[in-house]
């Protein structure tokens, strides 16, 4: 929608996009649990499925209708206009998890032959589709450490035979005469098509530095008009607390599961970014048919009158665990964005990639107890408001352990390199009362 008011994204969240005379004046947006919607006339539906299917572009005072529920339902349109608000996107298309969000963007913007760079660690979904599914299209992946400079991230892309390389312009398709007039055209080209980022990275909360990453794929665009495609995993510090494309980033995504839904009753995912873009991966969704259902769509827009109460709250609560947890003997070290401390993993370049990156730190720890496996299990079998699972960002602190849970399948050699030590417990804060939640952790940690 074009027509935003100028309010802020707290006052939007209940009305914008919802027009109630279109609903028997309901205050809510209904579940429209239906498949298929009814045309007035053969004409209309015609007219439709022209615009629908980019056969034509829409009037100047066209209204689209709908069509079938896995082009577009309302839900799911209301749900997608209102999630923009946070991220000052133009554009948002909604899935039915976050994995569907990931893999629908990459099978969109990556092709045979192209390379996508990649911070690791990336959550396990993720990284499993990197490392299975897309060499099965000869799509090549890089990793680089979450926590590279500029310098080094080049080095890597070069040294992996991926930077730029100068193509004559016959090659590029112009043919030799063609070439010619394009002035010799010798144009710079480089194979990667996609920069993915994950920042905060799970669990170690390194941050990836995303202005940077713009900066690389500019450099790798080379004289191309086009450049890699920056998308960043936005899960863990949600639209609140970052905002990866007004720091240049092309798409943000999310896993809805977590910060977005925030109850832990739902699964789905989202990905944002310019109407050029997001029109094509929604073009992509809907012959992959990845889009949310009416339900989702719905319980999201329950989810989003709430979000920042629930993640001011978390944050508030996740800080006062933070200074116990510094506190605490058992406890060795601590891993929390912006966060400097005795304790605290956090470097000086984490700091300044901080201070330029984040808005606050979010509600995600980790930290790890003196001993290792056996110490790590015995506090999380001690705790017992909080409960012992993985996935975060709901209503419920959750902890868990990475090493043997949901980093399970990396590489030890990957793991020691990262810090998923065996000590190494993740603690997604709730919105309990945080006194509830420190009394939990000290009885729990006294356990060891
Ligand atoms: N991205 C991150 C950072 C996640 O933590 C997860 C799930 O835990 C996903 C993506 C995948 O999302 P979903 O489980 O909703 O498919």
Known sequence: MSDRPNMHPESLMMSYGYRPELSEGAIKCPVFQTSTYVFRTAEEGKA??????????????????????????????ILQDRLTLWDAAESAAVFESGMAAITTTFLEFLRPG????????????????????????????IPFPASATEEELMAIVEREGAGLAYVDG?????????????????????????????TPANPTNTLVDIEMCVSVAKKLGGNN????????DNTFLGPIWQHP????????????????????????????????????????????????????????LRSLETLKLRMEQQLLNTKKVVEFLESHPAVIS??????????SKATARDMEVYA????????????????????????????????????????ESLAEHPATMTH?????????????????????????????????????LGSI
């Open 48 to 77: 439709f499925f022209e615009v629908a299917y980019g056969l034509r572009e829409k009037g100047a005072d066209e209204e689209m209708g709908l069509i079938y529920s896995r082009i577009n339902h309302p839900g799911l349109e």
């Open 334 to 343: 601590i891993c929390y964005p912006g966060y400097e401390s005795p304790k």
């Open 170 to 198: 016959a090659e590029e398709g112009f043919g030799a005469e063609g070439a010619a007039a394009h002035g010799g055209a010798r144009t710079s080209r480089s194979p990667v098509k996609m920069i993915y980022v994950e």
């Open 225 to 232: 008009k086009e450049r890699p495609i920056v998308a960043v």
């Open 245 to 300: 494309l007004k720091l240049g980033a092309d798409l943000v995504l999310y896993s809805a599961t977590k910060y977005l839904g925030g109850h832990s009753d739902l699964i789905a995912g989202a990905c944002l970014g310019s109407n050029e873009l997001i029109t094509r991966v929604k073009t992509m969704r809907t012959f992959l048919g990845t889009m949310a259902g009416p339900w989702t769509s719905w319980l999201l």
């Open 114 to 141: 192209d390379v996508l760079l990649h911070s690791e660690q990336l959550y396990g979904g993720t990284d499993h589709f990197i490392r299975h599914v897309l060499p099965t299209f000869n799509i090549k992946a």
């Open 356 to 395: 330029r990156q984040c808005l606050a730190q979010g509600a995600m720890i980790s930290f790890e107890v003196a001993g290792g496996e056996a110490e790590a299990f015995k506090v999380l079998n001690s705790l017992k408001m909080i409960k012992l699972a993985v996935s975060l960002g709901g209503t």
């Open 408 to 444: 399970a399948d990396v590489p030890l050699e990957l793991k020691s390199r990262i810090g998923v030590t065996p000590g190494l417990v993740r603690l997604s804060v709730g919105v309990e009362h945080y006194s509830d939640i420190i009394e939990d952790l000290k009885s729990a």
